[in-house]
């Protein structure tokens, strides 16, 4: 699986006329530390695979399901021999879906599916479906390959809510918080270079700030503070790949009022200030080559 990069970025090459990426690998091929916009997904089929994402080290045993956020630094040790499934899915399959738009924020940088998950049998079947689809080409295959992929992201998403709100103890009552605080997210992600605040999006979800507060960390993980702080971080790693952009503008544009707050936000996030962000992801355009980073 041969990796175009820029820095630690991968460009990713989806097939002609498609969101998707797939390789059936059985090659022993390390891969070093590098991040891509696009989501992928990892399924073992004959033996383990490693994997690092960020601080998280992952060993999948064959039939785990291992899926990795958007522009997270990962890398992935082999074995000498085993056959997997990898898959690279454009965010824009979800971003198209208006109440899939938010999913990608609601999960942390990595989710490993173990075999022992009550969902894992329906998540491999349809990644299978996808392999099949890809394979065979036939007609309307890329239509068919991203109504598997939104199947599977929305049964991931199900099950991830059911857990996060396990202790409210009404079934309709779990169905309609987790409407409230999809919307919620999907608020947060439109409008998170304005000024939000805790009590603005419990009154729009009809709920007082401090239950918001608590079903809100319960279904995201995080406070609102740190789900709005990371929002705006996301964006602004993406606008930091842009050199016409300075520091000051991209904390404007992410929803920062102040640099200062920026820099503490994103050296927390990141473990590196902007600066050495842009240094360490980006190479320098106008006289490196691609392998050539920017000193730091």
């Known amino acids: 699986m041969q990796m175009v990069l820029h820095g630690l970025k991968e460009n990713v090459q989806y097939r002609e006329n498609t969101d998707i990426i797939l390789h059936h690998n059985t090659q022993y091929e390390n891969y070093p530390a590098h991040w ?13 695979y490693g994997v690092t994402v960020n601080y998280h080290h992952y060993h ?14 990962h890398s992935i040790i082999a074995p000498p021999h085993g056959e997997r499934i990898i898959i690279g899915v454009s965010p824009s399959v979800l971003y198209y879906q208006k109440s899939l738009e938010s999913i990608l924020s609601e999960f942390s940088d990595s ?6 998950s009550v969902y894992h049998g329906e998540l491999s079947q349809l990644l299978l479906r996808v392999v099949a689809e890809y394979d065979n080409s036939e007609p309307y295959f890329s239509a068919a390959i991203n109504s598997y992929l939104i199947q599977f992201f929305v049964c991931l998403g199900r099950n991830w ?5 396990q202790s409210v103890s009404s079934a309709d009552r779990r169905k309609a918080y987790c409407e409230k605080m999809i919307a919620a997210c999907n608020y947060i992600n439109e409008n998170y270079m304005q000024h939000l605040t805790l009590e603005q999006i419990a009154h729009i979800c009809g709920i007082s700030k401090f239950h918001f507060s608590r079903l809100f960390k319960n279904f995201s993980g995080c406070t609102f503070i740190e789900y709005l702080t990371s929002i705006r971080i996301q964006h602004a790693k993406m606008l930091l790949s842009e050199p016409s952009h300075s520091i000051l503008e991209i904390a404007m544009q992410a929803g920062f009022n102040n640099l ?37």
């Open 36 to 48: 891509h916009v696009a989501i992928e997904i990892i399924m073992p089929l004959n033996n383990s």
């Open 161 to 165: 809510h059911t857990h996060a709100l």
């Open 111 to 116: 989710i490993l599916i173990t075999n022992e």
């Open 260 to 296: 200062s707050n920026f820099n503490r936000s994103f050296r927390s996030l990141n473990h590196c200030s902007p600066h050495e962000f842009r240094a360490k992801y980006f190479y320098k355009a106008d006289n490196t080559s691609s392998t050539e980073l920017i000193p730091e």
């Open 60 to 73: 999948i045993d064959p039939l785990e399901i291992l899926v990795i956020n958007t522009c997270e630094l």
